[in-house]
């Protein structure tokens, strides 16, 4: 990667063993991220998606390894780095106004009061609630209260959005909503984001790559898929894009079979944790040719410019 904005370092998260030795949830992983890329973890329960989310957001520390964001090393929480939980976690004494400003003020102690309420201001209004700043938690619906969570996250313009399963506990129709407005506002702002989700077809509508882990413990990360779907999709029609159903089968086996059977599967050619597999399934091989026919001749001319 030419940008790597998030460096995964060798990380590996290990617990002590009933009597004695230690029994690791995952071990040397390694993974890079482009600023204002979208990445999504898919694996089983168990496999440390969200510990590796804890880690990038200096809530949890791993057994060995770091974690590189703009050049830093992460060392605790930072306001570089927001998250977004499975519950909306919003201050039930405070209005929508109150949960965001709180916020705002966390990161800019100086401002004045009109200062941290325009800007508070400008995120609800991004998430689609303006008319509802002085509203309390307990007369908000789900879907509400987790647009208040993605404002407040937002908010304090973070260099990471990381969001663990946001849209889990909605129901379809509002879970649907709030992936539009995510993919809406990350595009529109070129946030970067890490996101864990069980849903394969909301990584496909969201992600720009998708990382699939193994089972744990010992779990490693096994692929990581490129999307091939086109950067401008809608959620209506994704699906009959002619590369869809040749990556959602890739990522489904990868679950059913391959996650299972991933260590036995690679005994003959070792599994390189500094060199994940980069793939591109569904894309028909003259296609992939193709592109590496288009990148070949932008090298070209690249260098030819440059001599």
């Not at 303006?130 to 996250?153: D, F, N, Y």
């Not at 809608?234 to 089968?249: A, E």
Request: proline share 6%; aromatic share 6%.
């Amino acid at each position: 990667m030419t940008d790597r904005f998030i460096s995964i370092e060798g990380i590996a998260k290990r617990y002590p063993a009933p009597g004695g030795g230690a029994t690791a949830v995952f071990e040397d992983l390694w993974l890079g991220m482009e600023r204002g890329t979208f990445t999504c973890v898919i694996g089983h329960s168990g496999c440390g998606k969200t510990t590796v989310l804890n880690i990038l957001a200096g809530l949890d520390r791993p057994s060995e390894g770091a974690v590189i964001v703009d050049g830093q090393a992460i060392e605790g929480p930072s306001l570089d780095r927001a998250v977004i939980f499975q519950s909306h976690a919003l201050l039930p004494w405070r209005t929508v106004m109150g949960n965001v400003a709180y916020a705002v003020t966390s990161k800019w102690r100086r401002r004045r009061r009109a200062e941290v309420e325009a800007h508070a201001q400008t995120f609800i209004d991004l998430v689609g609630l303006t008319g509802a700043e002085h509203k309390h938690p307990s007369e908000l619906s789900g879907g509400m209260k987790q647009r208040v969570g993605i404002a407040r996250a937002l908010s304090i313009e973070p260099k990471i959005l990381l969001m663990d399963e946001p849209f889990s506990a909605l129901d379809a129709l509002t879970r649907g909503t709030l992936q539009d407005e995510v993919r809406r506002i990350c595009t529109t702002t070129g946030q970067t984001v890490f996101m864990i989700t069980h849903d394969v077809d909301e990584a496909i509508y969201l992600a720009d790559r998708i990382v699939l882990m193994t089972n744990g413990p010992g779990a490693v990360l096994a692929e990581i898929v490129d999307n091939p779907l086109p950067k401008e999709r809608s959620r209506t029609d994704f699906h009959r894009h002619p590369y869809y159903y040749g990556l959602r089968n890739h990522i489904i086996d990868f679950l059913v079979t391959r996650s299972k059977s991933f260590a036995d599967d690679t005994k003959d050619t070792p599994h390189d944790p500094r060199n994940v597999p980069l793939v591109r399934p569904g894309v028909p091989e003259r296609a992939l040719a193709a592109a590496g026919e288009s990148v070949a001749a932008r090298l070209v001319g690249r260098e030819a410019a440059n001599t």
